[in-house]
């Protein structure tokens, strides 16, 4: 089984409000990644938990706060965002680096809307 | 980081013809994957290839580690394989990926 899944697929949120993107893996991956995309970009990194520990914040606002509560889980809790945070928010999953093969999967996507 | 550029960065096809799409990466790497991004966002794993050549059907990839390139040749394109196909590597100096620029590819009958 090589699938990601994520939760929801589509979120409209305001300003104020505060939810959570869900990822999840079972295929035993120890390396689970968020990023984020626009619309024409490449997605962009945002988090990396290896080993259930963030090894990795590419500088992301506080509003933005990510959560692994166990090997196959991995949150995105959201808080206060802004218009410019509506993107595509893909989860992916890997082995560790020093394992092969160290290529990743990645999930359908959250299609996420801030009005 | 590593600095990674694909080209062309758009391309049109007929039904039909074949293509080369390249991904240059500026550093050495032990990680390399094609993607293909469908319309929905989906990312699809086409190939994992850090080095040599493999091939699945109308696709092949062949990586040269050592001159830091690869390439993505689609063979008898079809309307279905039009998308965004990205490149991506990685090393071992961290879980971290980085994202080539992507080519958008269109295919018409």
């Known amino acids: 089984d090589t699938e990601v899944t994520q939760t929801p697929k589509h979120l409209v949120m305001g300003m104020t409000n505060k939810k959570s993107l869900k990822c999840e893996q079972h295929?035993?991956?120890?390396?689970m990644y968020w990023y984020k995309q626009k619309a024409k970009k490449p997605p962009e990194l945002m988090f990396v938990?290896?080993?259930?520990?963030?090894?990795i914040n590419e500088s992301v606002p506080s509003r933005f706060s990510p959560e692994c509560p166990n090997s196959s889980l991995l949150n995105l809790h959201l808080h206060a965002l802004q218009p410019e945070d509506s993107a595509l928010y893909l989860c992916?999953?890997?082995?560790?680096?020093?394992?092969?093969?160290?290529?990743?999967?990645f999930g359908p996507g959250t299609r996420l809307t801030v009005t | 980081g590593i600095q990674v550029e694909q080209s062309p960065p758009d391309l049109i096809l007929q039904e039909g013809a074949n293509s080369t799409l390249r991904c240059n990466f500026s550093?050495?790497?032990?990680?390399l994957q094609w993607f293909h991004q469908n319309p929905w966002g989906q990312l699809i794993n086409l190939f994992y290839?850090?080095?040599g050549t493999k091939q699945n059907g109308r696709l092949s990839a062949t990586t040269v580690a050592t001159e830091r390139y690869s390439l993505l040749y689609i063979s008898s394109s079809q309307t279905t394989d039009s998308g965004v196909y990205f490149c991506?590597?990685?090393?071992?100096?961290?879980?971290?990926?980085?994202f080539g620029t992507g080519t958008s590819l269109t295919v018409i009958p």
């Open positions: 992916a999953s890997s082995r560790d680096q020093f394992d092969s093969p160290y290529e990743q999967y």
């Open positions: 295929m035993g991956h120890r390396a």
């Open positions: 938990y290896s080993y259930e520990k963030l090894s």
């Open positions: 550093d050495s790497v032990n990680n």
């Open positions: 290839i850090p080095s």
């Open positions: 991506a590597v990685g090393t071992n100096t961290g879980n971290q990926f980085y």
